[in-house]
C-alpha cells in the first residue's frame, strides 16, 4: 500500500511505551516526521521529542503543534479516560489534526467502558480514523506486566481466566498495523480487531514458557473476586475489578478467536507466541524488562 505525503508531523503518544515506541521506529524508519510525546519527553531516535501530559492541558498545544495526525494511548489506569481524552481530541481537531488511530482493547467495543466510550465519539470527531483492538499482548509474559514479573520471580502466571484461549497478539504487530493506519492514503474508518495466529489457553503459554526457558513455569487460576483483590493492591479497585472481569470474560471464551487483520493490513502473517518467547527470552531463562504498554 502507498503511504500519504502530507506535510504534517505524525504525534505519537505514549511514545517510549510498548506499542508506542515501535510504532516511532517505524514511522521514522520509513521517513516520516514524528513528535514523541511522553511526561517526560524523553528523546526517541528519528523523532521529535515532546512533553505530553493527558493531566496537565498545558502540554496540549506545544505537542499538537504542527502535528496532523496523532497515535492515542489512553492514561494508564483509568477507568474513565475519556474524562481527559475527549476535550484533548476537541483541540487537535481545533489544531489541524485530521486522521486519529485509539489503541483500544479486543475486549471492549465501541461504547463500551473505559476506552471504549472514546472509540463511540472518534467518528464524529474525525472523518479520517481507526481503532486498533488488539488482543491481549505476548508481551505481558515477557516484558514488566504483572505476569512477567511472576514469571520471573514466582514460575506462575496468576488469572482468573481459567482454561479460557486468547490469541495473545506480538505488539510489533500492533505497530505495524498502526502504522498502515495512520500512514496509508485512506484511514480505515472502521475498529480492526488484532491477534496472533492461535489462541493458547495460560496453561498452555505457561507450557511454552516453561519450554522456552528451561524453568517450570505453571497456570495458577484464581477467582474473580481473588484476581480482584489481588490486582487491588497495585491499583484503583474499579480498575483492578475491570481487569478482573476480562479475565472472567476469556474464561467463558470472549477472546477465543483469531483474525487476518496482521496479515491483510501488512503483508506478513502474525508472529507466534513461541517464535515471540524465543525472541525475547531465548534460553536465557529470564523474561527482561520492557517498556510498559
Known amino acids: 500500500?502507498?503511504?500519504?505525503?502530507?506535510?504534517?508531523?505524525?504525534?505519537?503518544?505514549?511514545?517510549?511505551?510498548?506499542?508506542?515506541?515501535?510504532?516511532?521506529?517505524?514511522?521514522?524508519?520509513?521517513?516520516?516526521?514524528?513528535?514523541?510525546?511522553?511526561r517526560r519527553a524523553t528523546p526517541v531516535d528519528g523523532a521529535e521529542a515532546v512533553r505530553f501530559d493527558w493531566y496537565d492541558p498545558a502540554t496540549y498545544e506545544g505537542a499538537l503543534d504542527g502535528a496532523d495526525r496523532v497515535y492515542l494511548v489512553a492514561p494508564l489506569d483509568s477507568a474513565t479516560p475519556a474524562d481527559v481524552m475527549l476535550p484533548f481530541l476537541r483541540q487537535a481537531r481545533a489544531s489541524g489534526v485530521r486522521r486519529a488511530v485509539l489503541l483500544s482493547s479486543s475486549a471492549i467495543p465501541a461504547g463500551g467502558p473505559a476506552v471504549g466510550q472514546v472509540h463511540q465519539a472518534l467518528p464524529g470527531l474525525f472523518d479520517e480514523w481507526a481503532v486498533l483492538r488488539p488482543s491481549w499482548f505476548m508481551q505481558n509474559f515477557t516484558g514488566d506486566h504483572m505476569h512477567a514479573r511472576s514469571v520471573r520471580e514466582e514460575g506462575v502466571i496468576v488469572t482468573a481466566a481459567g482454561e479460557g484461549r486468547v490469541a495473545f497478539v506480538?505488539?510489533?504487530?500492533?505497530?505495524?498495523?498502526?502504522?498502515?493506519?495512520?500512514?496509508?492514503?485512506?484511514?480505515?474508518?472502521?475498529?480492526?480487531?488484532?491477534?496472533?495466529?492461535?489462541?493458547l489457553s495460560h496453561t498452555e503459554v505457561a507450557t511454552v514458557l516453561t519450554e522456552v526457558t528451561g524453568r517450570t513455569v505453571a497456570h495458577r487460576p484464581l477467582t474473580y473476586e481473588g484476581m480482584r483483590d489481588?490486582?487491588?493492591?497495585?491499583?484503583?479497585?474499579?480498575?483492578?475489578?475491570?481487569l478482573a472481569g476480562m479475565d472472567r470474560a476469556n474464561a467463558e471464551g470472549a477472546e477465543d478467536r483469531t483474525t487476518d487483520t496482521v496479515r491483510r493490513l501488512t503483508g506478513r502473517e502474525p508472529r507466534t507466541f513461541r517464535a515471540h518467547a524465543l525472541a525475547a527470552i531465548g534460553g536465557t531463562g529470564v523474561a527482561p524488562p520492557a517498556p510498559v504498554a
Do not use: C, F, N, W
Open 1 to 38: 500500500m502507498s503511504a500519504a505525503t502530507a506535510p504534517g508531523s505524525v504525534l505519537v503518544l505514549g511514545a517510549t511505551g510498548t506499542t508506542g515506541g515501535r510504532v516511532v521506529s517505524r514511522l521514522a524508519g520509513e521517513g516520516h516526521r514524528v513528535k514523541a510525546a511522553g
Open 170 to 199: 506480538d505488539a510489533d504487530d500492533i505497530a505495524a498495523v498502526a502504522v498502515h493506519a495512520l500512514t496509508d492514503v485512506r484511514a480505515p474508518g472502521t475498529d480492526l480487531v488484532i491477534t496472533g495466529p492461535q489462541a
Open 230 to 242: 489481588r490486582l487491588a493492591a497495585s491499583m484503583p479497585l474499579e480498575y483492578a475489578a475491570m
